[in-house]
């Protein structure tokens, strides 16, 4: 018998075996073995999946990651440009991790698209198009739910960790 529970933290419904971290391991595998996978949605993926679990993270890449899938989607910058923009805001003693840091205040816990549904080790591997589409579908309504959030509250900020 499989068991299912659903992630404290994206709300996704998750069997043994296809729990979101998995999911995740799955996933960075699967463009690790695609180097043209991974050049074209790395950087979504990684900052979808963070912005959906953010427990242990600061604010400050919160909103890091919030601004690349935006810059991305828009055409803004390149996933090269990002990678060094990146390097440079969060280079030497910058921390991206915070011990103290929860689910920031107001922040969704139920997603429309999770990692779940981008890749999940327990069905076939998807062709490299679908995979780079589902990425950017992922991106997009993680988008879509955070750019929700702040216009529902203009005075939220964008990714505020309460301890």
């Given at each position: 018998m499989t068991t299912i529970t659903r992630c404290n933290e994206c709300g996704a419904v998750q069997p043994e075996g296809a729990e979101c971290r998995a999911c995740f391991e799955a996933l960075l595998a699967f463009e690790a073995e695609r180097p043209p996978v991974f050049a074209a949605v790395?950087?979504?993926?990684?900052?979808?999946?963070?912005?959906?679990?953010?427990?242990?993270y600061a604010a400050e890449i919160l909103d890091a990651w919030r601004l690349l899938i935006a810059d991305a989607l828009d055409g803004r910058a390149t996933p090269r440009e990002l990678m060094r923009r990146?390097?440079?805001?969060?280079?030497?003693?910058?921390?991206?991790?915070?011990?103290?840091?929860?689910?920031?205040?107001?922040?969704?816990?139920?997603?429309?698209?999770?990692?779940?549904?981008?890749?999940?080790?327990?069905?076939?591997?998807?062709?490299?198009?679908?995979?780079?589409?589902r990425a950017q579908a992922w991106a997009q309504a993680t988008r879509a739910c955070l750019d929700a959030l702040t216009t529902a509250d203009p005075h939220h900020a964008s990714a505020r960790n309460r301890a």
């Open positions: 790395h950087h979504l993926t990684v900052a979808s999946y963070f912005l959906q679990h953010p427990t242990g990146h390097g440079r805001q969060f280079a030497g003693s910058r921390r991206v991790r915070s011990e103290r840091a929860g689910i920031p205040h107001g922040w969704p816990s139920e997603w429309p698209v999770t990692v779940c549904s981008v890749l999940n080790p327990l069905d076939e591997l998807p062709s490299a198009e679908v995979y780079i589409e």
